[in-house]
């Protein structure tokens, strides 16, 4: 499993499992599956179990759409760590003549897409994303705000490896308040999160880890972020025991958001906030890997936390 | 409710009123929205009721992503028709030295997206699309194969009317095979779309009506589609009387996906193809604004329908 092949021949060899079974339909670009009953009704059933665990933090429940407008983008610091994932979207605004002009470069083959121009929207590339605006200018107590979101997530990462989708579904629960709080939700999440993980049979170990920023100055970050164990990831193995899969992670931002967002504390210092994700396809696909392509036949405890 | 201005005063209101009561959230663009708990329990419920409707005909059920790939929009002519409605996904592939440029950019004010070019994919138009590729080369049978769609669709009309999303999910019974059997399909769901419909307590009327075609040879292609009732849409007054939305359709494609994805009849000629597809935020919204903000309070057999 070491030399690259052998890792790209897992990878597929699995997608092709995946296909084979109809719980994932390819459309033709790699990160792109359409989803059938049975993967469906395990995403619906994580999705149930999620939001159970959760319950007692009497979150706030919102569920955004995948397209977010541009100005939040242009709030946050995504542009500069992550340039490279982000999805803009651009569309055609001109006139019958420029119509007739994009119908003639589509038909030849050309780059149509070159006749459009940004709009005021982007792909969402995190659910917790449309969470800050809400709170901008506000102050929130110490023992924070608490939010249960799902969003359909974009990042322009097109792989073989069907863990890394382009197009994927994000649970989240998200705590914005005070400082040591919300070290402390993403301690108790981090445990909380691994319990459920292990409770479904998946062998989950605790990482720290980095968010994939990007460029040179992006190495600086992502070692200041490990230094300060920011970051941890829920790792699984799916298609290699060596290079196992980050299925969820919990996050302390600091205030990475409660800065731009200018969300207050009570003594009026920046909010801090934090997180738990959970990746709903990842955790289906490593279920699917552990206990096999039949959920009928996973074993009973599995089956009874997620379909009781 | 004559004047436009009568008919923005309603849009503002109703929307207003659903953002005071938590149902839809605000995200900085027009038409685009969270959802709170309680409008998504009756997406889900719709969901569920479309679902069950439309079990007898045992349907393939697919759930897809909000992108697709672009070489699936440029088989179909959806470029030369609605070519104003589409997103087309763009991204960064730049240098360390290109990233400083885009930084620049945006910190100015500037359009920093412009660096960005067309990748292999673009928002999803509605909820069928991704399902004709999967029959293309292939002969079906002229009793059909029938899908069972769910999909986030992506229309780039931004607008104050609180129906009129930029993004939104459609669910869609789908029928590819012969031509008698797809026109007899599209009769009967729409008897059956509006009979679900006025069940719900919708005073809903079936009419003739065309697709928003772009441009000038648009207006042909509105008239014919019209002059052949190919498109029936289900309305129901939500801010206006007089203007009532469409909050289903059915439509009856002919060979219009089959010629170009070449799905092909036993007979050698093309497939025909039709569609159901419910509007499940304009439908959610119909209930809220006949039914009241809150759904305990909702007449006891929608409630049934819903919630049985």
Not at 108 to 137: E, H, I, K, N, R
Not at 188 to 202: A, M, T, V, Y
Not at 272 to 277: E, K, L, P, Q
Request: aromatic content about 8%; overall charge negative.
């Amino acid at each position: 499993m070491n030399a690259p092949s052998a890792l790209a021949s897992a990878y597929i060899a699995f997608r092709d499992d995946l296909i084979d079974d109809g719980l994932l339909v390819p459309m033709g670009s790699d990160g792109l599956f359409g989803r059938g009953a049975v993967f469906e009704s395990i995403v619906t059933a994580l999705d149930t179990a999620i939001m159970t665990l959760g319950a007692d933090n009497n979150p706030t429940i919102l569920r955004f759409p995948p397209v977010i407008s541009r100005s939040l983008i242009e709030r946050t610091d995504y542009l500069k760590s992550f340039p490279d994932l982000l999805g803009s979207v651009h569309s055609f605004s001109g006139s019958d003549r420029d119509h007739l002009a994009l119908i003639a470069t589509a038909e030849s083959g050309g780059d149509w897409a070159q006749a459009f121009t940004s709009t005021d929207v982007v792909l969402c590339p995190a659910a917790c994303y449309p969470l800050y605006p809400m709170s901008s200018g506000q102050t929130v107590p110490d023992s924070g705000r608490i939010y249960d979101v799902v969003g359909t997530c974009f990042r322009r990462e097109p792989s073989i490896d069907p863990a890394r989708m382009q197009s994927f579904r994000q649970h989240e629960q998200v705590f914005i308040g005070g400082e040591s709080e919300a070290m402390a939700f993403r301690n108790r999440w981090l445990e909380r999160g691994s319990g459920l993980l292990r409770q479904l049979g998946l062998p989950v170990e605790a990482v720290i880890a980095n968010d994939p920023f990007f460029g040179r100055v992006g190495k600086m970050l992502a070692s200041s972020q490990r230094d300060q164990a920011l970051k941890w990831e829920m790792v699984v193995p799916i298609c290699s025991e060596e290079w196992p899969t980050a299925i969820a992670s919990t996050n302390a931002h600091q205030d990475h958001f409660g800065a731009p967002f200018d969300i207050r504390r009570p003594n009026g210092s920046a909010a801090h906030s934090a997180c738990i994700g959970f990746g709903l396809e990842r955790c289906t696909l490593a279920l699917l890997r552990h206990h096999g392509l039949d959920p009928h036949l996973w074993p009973s405890e599995v089956r009874a936390i997620l379909w009781s």
